[in-house]
């Protein structure tokens, strides 16, 4: 069974700081990694990245895969309030037919 | 450009009732997907669609059923709701259905209460 795992479960910082969150995988033939930001509704999305496309950078947030590691991670630098949400990871595999597999998310809380 | 719009956004429902939750893409969009999200959990596949006419089950599909009539709409039916449906119910839809080519864009969700 694929197996998407996060951590931390949630995360508190003060504005400023720089945060690192976590994604670990366990799927039957890799196919991405993608990275939501879920505020109060939608998931929006972040990043995608894949064997071709392994580091991504927007502004403050950045990705890197680690194939070798079967994990992923995800760095904000100088955290605003209006990153406070739960990030999800999802793998995308496919078996048979593609498929997305969620983690749980880590929630992250800044502090003003 | 709305995107994914998800109604209701809140519903409670009373054991044993049925409901349907509406789900429409103007994105021309492929491939329409129903999750479901349980506190604690990842979020779960109910069921997906690759185009108008063919739906497919997905990881948790029990006591839900489906139907795309239309590119644009994908309804899901809710038949003998029971307390363990209570969630947060996404729709999501892509271009395509590869995972490494087209990210999946969410509806904003539905609130669902089985009382």
């Known amino acids: 069974e694929d197996k998407v795992v996060q951590s931390p479960l949630s995360l508190v910082v003060h504005e400023g700081d720089t945060v690192t969150l976590n994604c670990s995988y366990e799927v039957t033939n890799f196919r991405s990694l993608l990275w939501y930001k879920q505020e109060k509704k939608a998931p929006t999305f972040l990043f995608m990245l894949t064997s071709s496309g392994i580091e991504k950078k927007s502004g403050r947030l950045s990705s890197i895969l680690d194939k070798k590691e079967l994990s992923s991670i995800l760095n904000i630098t100088a955290t605003q309030t209006g990153d406070s949400a739960i990030y999800l990871c999802a793998v995308g595999s496919n078996f048979g037919n593609e498929k997305l597999t969620f983690g749980t998310g880590t929630r992250l809380t800044i502090i003003p | 450009n709305a995107g994914v719009t998800q109604t209701p956004k809140f519903r409670i429902l009373k054991i044993g009732q049925s409901m349907t939750l509406q789900c429409t893409q103007d994105m021309n969009h492929n491939y329409m997907y129903w999750y479901r999200q349980d506190p604690g959990m990842g979020l779960k596949l109910i069921y997906y669609s690759v185009g108008a006419g063919i739906t497919d089950k997905g990881e948790v599909p029990n006591g839900y059923n489906v139907s795309r009539s239309t590119t644009e709409d994908f309804p899901l039916r809710l038949e003998l709701a029971a307390p363990s449906q209570t969630s947060v119910y996404f729709c999501?839809?892509?271009?395509?259905?590869?995972?490494?080519?087209?990210?999946?864009?969410f509806g904003d969700g539905t609130r669902l209460s089985i009382l």
């Open positions: 999501a839809s892509s271009y395509s259905g590869q995972t490494f080519n087209q990210p999946q864009h």
